[in-house]
Structure formats: structure tokens, C-alpha cells
């Protein structure tokens, strides 16, 4: 027969616990015995009315232990009132046909009438969960209206900051031109002092002549005031126009968006990147979208290209940057590798070509030791959890190119300060191929 398990108060209890092991029935006025075992009072008594007429001693019927004298057998309160509670709460088993001829005097109800009720509370279960998962999609629903009015709103803002950029813009420019308006009026201004000044020196030999040449000398004379008279006006108009264009220049306020702090902020500035395959070493090989390279310990042919590194297997992107830009790297945990931004003309055949060993590029690299930033041939130790994934972000009117470590919150692992005088491109490095089953690979991640 199956058992049924009720929970009381927090408690699993299986039926069979509180059943007789001879009626296999639950506890009807449970006695326990002397070594521990229970049993229902008329069970246990006449089990010990047969062995009395058969061997003469008595025993459990569970463990065997004999008993002499016949124990004297008394009810066990708690375990009455367990059974009471459990029938009160229900569990029935399933028995068969004659199990209920044999057990008559028990209560028993047909299969078809406890489906019924056991497929009413099934129903009745099903409605509350079908009820709470409406509620939870409700709530759902709310949450992403409100989190696309939000992402609207802040849409919103970006644009009219975005206006505000280019309306300063547009208003720096107009500065700037009148600016070298102004020095090609001084370089102007300039050429006729000079000017001047040689025909004062000219004025002054023709003084020092001698008298047959006076009408001449006056001649030159009339010229020089006329140029004099010139020069005068040209620096009265520059004295009182030049201050006034470098206070309007050096009082201009442009208005830039505020750097980032969390990785959303940091992504509203990711930007998509490939390798370019005219750079990848041939040692190097590169998926289908071009946004995964992997190291490999044959040569991948390649057609012979001018941007192709020769002696370091590292690559670069084809998407020069000149803007705020964002995005990251992933790779296997125990490998080896440099996350690097370059200029274009970077040697291409040396053994200098190494990203972070010339002024050229700059590189953080990644091993079994740790971290550490290059740039120039220079290196510094950096502090960090070694991870497998890194976020680049560069601000290249700032000059600010950072390194963080995205594998769990946002970290700062390194931060430049340079002055960028050309676009970069992001690059790779890969030093080893490891083995067979685990070949070295690093791919950009797709952001956008």
C-alpha cells in the first residue's frame, strides 16, 4: 500500500511511521512494548495470546526480543494524539480490492469519487498559480513601460545635449575664424611696419645726400607721411579690435557630456570593431566576422600587404578613432595577451613593433604574473584580480585612455593621460597558442 506524507506545523510525516507492522494499519490505541517498538493494544495482545499457547514466552514481532513474564502493556498518550491528528488531516492509502473485504470495519471510498476531489483541488491549485503568474507578467509589464519611458526620456536629454555640443561648436568655429581673421590683419599690419620701416631708412640716406638730389629727397619725404599716416590707422584699429576677440575667445564656455562611472554610462559609447585582416600576423587567424583571432602553430596564408605585421603576432582594427569610444575584450582565463590602441604608422617589421615598445602604441598586458601598462618601451606593474575580460575607454579629445576589469563590478586597472596627435586603432596581441584543445583566441564583444 502507498503512504501518504502530511506536513504539521513546518514537520514532513510520512503514515507509515505511525502504523502497525501487524495490521499495517495506523496505530488504533498505540502501546509500546519494552524494546521500544509500538503496536495497536488488541494487535500486540494477540500476537502474545498465540505465542502463549504455541511456545510459552513471548517476543516483538519486529526485533524478536523475548520478553518473561508476559509485559504488562500500557497506552502511549503522545503517540495517540500524532495518530489522531494525522487521521484528522486526512491520508488515504490506496488498497486493493481485498484489503477492504478483510479490513471491513474501516472507512473506505471509491477511486472514482477521490479523483473527483483530489482533480477539485488540482483545479483550484492551478487557479492560484495561473492567478499569480498573471499578477508577476502585470508587474512585469509595468516595469518595461517604465524603463522605455525612462530610456525615452534619457534619449530625450542626449539629444538636446547633443544640440547644445554643436550649437557651442558651431560657436567656437565662428570665434576661431574671426580669430585668424585677426592675425592675418596683424601679419598684415606687420608687413606694412616692416615696409615702413625701409622707407624710413631710405628716407633718412636720401636726407644724408647730397643737395642735387633735394627735389628727390622731398619726393620720398611725401611718401613716408602719407605711409606714416597709414600706419597709424592700422594701430588704432588693432588696438581697439584685439582685446576685444582674445577676451570673447578665451571666455568661451563649450559644454562637453561628463565622463563616465557606470559600465551603462560607459556603453552609451561603445562603438563596433573588427580586425583588419591585412594586419593579422600569419600566425594569427581570424573568424568569419572578424571579430575573433586566434593564435595557431601553423601559418594562415595571407596576401602579401604593406600593413601586415611581420615580426609580432598581434593585429589591429580597421576603425581609427578620434572620439569617446568604448568596448571590450574576453578571453580564456589562463592565457597570454596584450589589449592595445595604436597609431597607424606603427613599425610593421621590426622586432619594435610590439605593442608597448614604441611611442606609437600603448598596451595592457595580461599573464599568469599579472598586469602590467607599456607604452614606449617603459613598463608599470598594475595591481589587479586577473580576470578574462577587460573594457577599453578612450576620450581622445581628453587624452584619457583607461583600462577596467568587467568580469564582475566595473574596476579601474590603469589610467593615461597623453595628448593624442592621430587617430588610434585598437589592436591585439597573442604570445602563445597553448594546445590543441585550448588554443589561444580573444574576441572583441558585441555591445551594440
Same mark, same amino acid.
Given at each position: ?48 495470546? !498465540? ?22 502493556? /500500557? ?43 483530489? /482533480? ?63 592675425? /592675418? !590683419? ?95 600576423? /600569419? ?166
Amino acid at each position: 500500500m502507498a503512504a501518504k506524507e502530511q506536513q504539521q506545523h513546518g514537520v514532513i510525516l510520512d503514515q507509515d511511521q505511525f502504523c502497525c507492522s501487524v495490521c499495517l494499519d495506523l496505530l488504533k490505541e498505540p502501546v509500546t512494548i519494552q524494546c521500544g517498538h509500538s503496536y495497536c493494544r488488541r494487535c500486540i495482545e494477540i500476537c502474545w495470546d !498465540q505465542e502463549e499457547k504455541k511456545k510459552g514466552f513471548y517476543s516483538c514481532p519486529q526485533c524478536r526480543e523475548s520478553f518473561t513474564p508476559r509485559p504488562v502493556v /500500557r497506552k502511549n498518550n503522545m503517540l495517540a494524539e500524532v495518530v489522531e491528528k494525522l487521521k484528522k488531516t486526512g491520508g488515504q492509502k490506496c488498497v486493493c480490492y481485498l484489503c477492504t473485504l478483510e479490513r471491513k470495519h474501516h472507512d473506505t471510498v471509491s477511486a472514482a469519487a477521490e479523483r473527483v476531489g483530489k /482533480r477539485k483541488q488540482l483545479v483550484a491549485s492551478q487557479q492560484k498559480v495561473q492567478e499569480g503568474r498573471v499578477n508577476e507578467r502585470s508587474h512585469t509589464v509595468d516595469d518595461l513601460k517604465c524603463s522605455a519611458q525612462a530610456a525615452v526620456k534619457a534619449c530625450e536629454k542626449l539629444s538636446e545635449l547633443i544640440s547644445s555640443v554643436q550649437r557651442r561648436c558651431s560657436k567656437v568655429k565662428q570665434l576661431i575664424r574671426l580669430d585668424k581673421t585677426a592675425v /592675418r !590683419q596683424a601679419e598684415e599690419i606687420l608687413l606694412q611696419l616692416k615696409r615702413i620701416n625701409t622707407l624710413w631708412s631710405t628716407d633718412t640716406k636720401l636726407e644724408q645726400s647730397s643737395p642735387c638730389e633735394f627735389l628727390l629727397l622731398r619726393y620720398f619725404k611725401d611718401v613716408s607721411d602719407s605711409v606714416s599716416d597709414l600706419r597709424d590707422k592700422l594701430e588704432s584699429i588693432l588696438k581697439d579690435t584685439w582685446p576685444g576677440i582674445c577676451s570673447t575667445v578665451s571666455t568661451v564656455d563649450v559644454l562637453l557630456p561628463p565622463e563616465p562611472t557606470t559600465r551603462t554610462d560607459f556603453l552609451t559609447y561603445c562603438c563596433p570593431l573588427t580586425f583588419d585582416v591585412n594586419s593579422a600576423h /600569419r600566425y594569427l587567424s581570424l573568424s568569419k566576422d572578424n571579430r575573433r583571432v586566434t593564435k595557431t602553430s601553423t601559418e594562415t596564408v595571407y596576401p602579401l600587404h604593406s600593413d601586415r605585421f611581420i615580426r609580432v603576432s598581434q593585429v589591429l582594427c580597421r576603425e581609427g578613432l578620434s572620439r569617446r569610444c568604448y568596448w571590450e575584450v574576453k578571453w580564456d582565463v589562463a592565457r597570454t595577451l596584450s589589449v592595445a590602441v595604436s597609431y597607424k604608422n606603427i613599425s610593421r617589421m621590426s622586432g619594435s613593433s610590439e605593442f608597448g615598445s614604441n611611442a606609437q602604441s600603448w598596451s595592457l598586458q595580461h599573464s599568469l604574473n599579472g598586469y602590467c601598462f607599456r607604452h614606449n618601451n617603459a613598463e608599470t606593474k598594475v595591481s589587479g584580480h586577473c580576470s578574462y575580460k577587460v573594457g577599453v575607454y578612450l576620450d581622445y579629445q581628453a587624452g584619457t585612455l583607461a583600462f577596467y576589469d568587467v568580469s564582475g563590478t566595473m574596476t579601474l586597472l590603469h589610467k593615461v593621460q597623453t595628448t593624442f596627435t592621430q587617430p588610434v586603432y585598437p589592436g591585439l596581441g597573442l604570445t602563445s597558442y597553448g594546445d590543441c584543445r585550448h588554443p589561444n583566441s580573444a574576441e572583441l564583444m558585441k555591445l551594440w
